[in-house]
């Protein structure tokens, strides 16, 4: 079965929503910056792990509830601009 993206396309992809997602929650909208971050995050998370060799789990499972918790933590900010 044929990927429909290549690997460096989802890597530069993911790499420009956190950029996103940065710029964003400099600019003020920090919840929106936020929750934008950790998704790009993930993504790149999951596409990296996909292209490793040796497969651990740690280095799957701890960068994702970093990022669950970055969500969590984004959707719980009260106030938030």
């Given at each position: 079965?044929?990927?429909s993206f290549p690997p460096n396309q989802i890597k530069n992809f993911s790499l420009i929503i956190v950029v996103i997602g940065v710029i964003i929650g400099i600019t003020g909208a920090v919840r929106t910056g936020s929750v934008?971050?950790?998704?790009g995050a993930s993504v790149f998370i999951i596409d990296r792990y996909s292209q490793q060799?040796?497969?651990r789990k740690i280095e799957l499972i701890l960068p994702?509830?970093?990022c669950i918790s970055l969500f969590g933590l984004a959707l719980s900010l009260p106030n938030a601009r």
């Open positions: 079965m044929k990927n934008v971050l950790s998704l060799k040796v497969k994702i509830l970093i």
